[in-house]
């Protein structure tokens, strides 16, 4: 992965199902409609979108964008901050009772033009091949885009529609 098109950085992207998208700020594209994420959405809230990853085919590698385009989770009000943290909840939950992954690791970076939130699944894959930490996400992710096959990719579209699921039958709200 190249550091100019680090979360977001970039003009243009190619999702996993091979569509290119042009935009100014991928989180403003997102969440406007502008880039349809591979799967669809998963959850929409006032304040919130969350999907798969559109770059990189992991099951169960999910990211909440933020619909307002701010940087950092400190320049955010109590209710959208509050909303952000209910759906990271939920969609933890989701993997774990879905029995999709036991661990995640949370990932924010202020490097990013636009807030998102990185919910990546912790696979035995990944700790056998590159080790544990958030020292290897960059390795893993750039090795899930080059060796990504069609299994891997429809096991990426199955459990976005098994998340889709969970979020419809539980009330975020509740």
Avoid at 48 to 63: C, Q, R, S, V
Avoid at 106 to 116: A, C, F, G, M, W
Avoid at 143 to 154: F, G, T
Wanted: charged share 30%; aromatic share 10%.
């Amino acid at each position: 992965m190249n550091d100019n098109n680090f979360a977001g950085n970039a003009k243009s992207a190619i999702d996993f199902l091979g569509n290119e998208w042009k935009y100014d700020c991928m989180g403003c594209a997102i969440s406007k409609g502008e880039i349809k994420i591979p799967g669809g959405i998963i959850y929409e809230g006032k304040y919130t979108i969350l999907g798969a990853d559109p770059e990189i085919p992991i099951p169960g590698f999910l990211i909440v964008n933020v619909k307002k385009h701010v940087n950092s989770f400190s320049q955010l009000d109590k209710e959208e901050r509050n909303e952000i943290g209910d759906v990271i909840a939920y969609a933890q939950k989701a993997l774990k009772e879905l029995n999709i992954v036991k661990e995640v690791t949370l990932v924010q970076e202020e490097r990013s033009k636009h807030l998102h939130i990185w919910i990546f699944p912790n696979y035995n894959w990944m700790t056998e091949k590159f080790g544990k930490g958030v020292t290897y996400l960059r390795d893993i992710s750039e090795y899930a885009q080059k060796n990504a096959n069609k299994d891997d990719i429809k096991m990426v579209l199955d459990v976005i529609e098994k998340v889709k699921k969970y979020f419809e039958e539980h009330n975020i709200n509740e």
